[in-house]
């Protein structure tokens, strides 16, 4: 796993973030530049991550995604930097995202008045666990639970003829990152709570269920081979000298990877349903990765944009909201995405390693 500077370096980022967005109302002018610059930054995280995904996770998606990333941070930054208003809504999100996500990577257990108080990531890992557990128990299939590494019960294992598989469920395995993206995005629009919460509560849960669905559907189709496909270009593909692993990277890599993108479209669809203010932080990203203008209100013909009152109208290619609306918000104008960690299975030397739901 990424080690404690990348942590570091999170914070730091986060932190720059938000002293940007603090600044807007009293130094617009210094809130632009320390906001770009924390753009700047965010590239650099992401492109020290892109060896750990790329090189030892042999996840394609997620290597590609965070050397994309690096990139598209600094363009973000030029357009934040040049006038693109609109940007300073997505900016808000990322230090929510970012200050949430890494509480649960980096807050260790500790103990007050000799009451041992958790890490929250073991509280949120040994819950999948427990709850994938129980959604293969009544499957039919019961793996034994065993400790992982850290002491954490995070770690199912199968016990085959000839190898002995152990598929462990680490923080990414939760769906904590894709649940911090909706909701740093409710956070950082300008709506009612109301809705806000209405979107939440349409997002999160479903995200939450469809991880869950996945860990399982990793651990049943790894745990018991049931993947053995094409053998000799998934280990090329993959770089890998382990056969055993074909049904992990097939389930994981390929099978729940692409599908998460897939649902991630889905879910922004539904949440715009009830908070269409998020269009705005789609519309950026749009034109980040075109350079072209949308108006995704009336692309989509959704109804709930004119809910709170108000006209929207195009202004600049960015959409602005008529003040006499009841909202005035600013709907005018940052993996289950996997971090894995991999220890090694045992074996009569053919054994695969050890991998994460």
């Known amino acids: 796993m990424p080690g404690l500077a990348s942590d570091l370096l999170g914070w730091f980022v986060v932190a720059v ?13 210094l809130a632009r530049r320390l906001t770009a610059g924390a753009w700047v ?3 650099v995280f992401w492109l020290q991550l892109f060896p750990h995904f790329a090189f030892v ?5 997620e290597g590609v995604l965070t050397l994309v990333a690096a990139p598209a941070c600094v363009y973000t930054a030029k357009l934040l930097y040049e006038g693109r208003d609109s940007l300073f809504v997505l900016s808000r999100a990322v230090p929510v995202m970012g200050v949430i996500y890494l509480l649960f990577e980096t807050i260790p257990s500790f103990t007050v008045a000799g009451l041992s108080i958790p890490a929250p990531r073991q509280v949120a890992i040994e819950t999948v666990t427990a709850q994938t557990g129980m959604l293969m128990n009544l499957m039919g299939y019961h793996p034994m639970l065993v400790p992982g590494d850290r002491g954490y019960l995070n770690t199912f294992q199968y016990t085959h003829t000839d190898l002995t598989i152990q598929v462990h469920i680490v923080l990414a395995c939760t769906g904590l990152g894709s649940m911090v993206i909706f909701a740093g995005l409710a956070a ?7 809705r806000k919460l209405k979107a939440s509560a349409v997002s999160i849960p479903v995200i939450y269920l469809l991880n869950l669905l996945r860990t399982t559907f990793i651990n049943v189709a790894y745990g018991y081979q049931m993947m053995q496909w094409f053998e000799g270009p998934v280990m090329f593909l993959f770089g890998s000298s382990d056969p055993y692993a074909v049904s992990y990277f097939l389930s994981d890599r390929v099978v729940s990877q692409g599908l998460s993108v897939v649902a991630l479209v889905g879910i922004t669809y539904l949440t715009v349903q009830y908070l269409p203010e998020v269009l705005t932080v789609v519309e950026d990203l749009l ?7 949308y108006d995704l209100r ?3 013909a959704n109804p709930a944009a004119r809910t709170d009152g108000g006209d929207a109208s195009v202004e600049g290619g960015r959409q602005a909201v008529d003040p006499a609306g009841e909202d005035g918000g600013d709907t005018a104008p940052r993996d289950a995405v996997d971090e894995d960690g991999v220890t090694g299975a045992t074996g009569d030397g053919r054994g695969g390693d050890g991998r994460d739901a």
């Open 17 to 29: 973030f938000a002293a940007g967005v603090l600044l807007i109302d009293r130094d617009e002018d």
């Open 41 to 43: 930054l965010f590239g």
């Open 57 to 61: 996770q042999k996840s394609y998606i």
């Open 188 to 194: 950082a629009v300008d709506a009612p709570l109301g």
């Open 287 to 293: 034109y980040i990765a075109t350079r072209e203008e």
């Open 298 to 300: 009336q692309a989509l």
